[in-house]
């Protein structure tokens, strides 16, 4: 969509919303990476509030992290109505091919 969007000038100094291919929690998230990785499950602890705010105070970026945890707190879904109406169809990676595709790749640098 980026690459689309770019190649048209009418597109420039509009703001543009690229939504995901859905909703997906991050249990999910996980869940799809450890089969990405022929089905290896290391424990995935999720931190709070406290335990970021904590980590917070030794790494800086960290604060910010605590900053945006009220996105996590309902689906963030954005619209592609925009997009759809005067470009065309939302093409759309599936969150498994997406998430899969990525950990092979790194897998391939390491």
Do not use: C
Not at 4 to 25: F, K, M, V
Not at 66 to 92: C, D, N, Q, W
């Amino acid at each position: 969509m980026i690459v689309e969007l770019a190649d048209r000038d009418h597109a420039y100094g509009q703001n543009w919303h690229i939504p995901g291919s859905g909703i997906i929690s991050g249990k999910e998230i996980v869940r799809i990476a450890q089969q990405a990785i022929s089905g290896a499950s290391k424990p995935v602890l999720p931190m709070g509030r406290l335990s970021l705010s904590l980590i917070g105070l030794f790494v800086p970026v960290m604060k910010e992290v605590v900053e945006m945890l009220y996105l996590t707190e309902e689906p963030f879904v954005l619209s592609g109505e925009k997009y759809e109406r005067l470009i065309g169809p939302i093409p759309a990676t599936s969150f498994q091919d997406g998430i899969s595709a990525t950990i092979h790749a790194l897998q391939v640098r390491a």
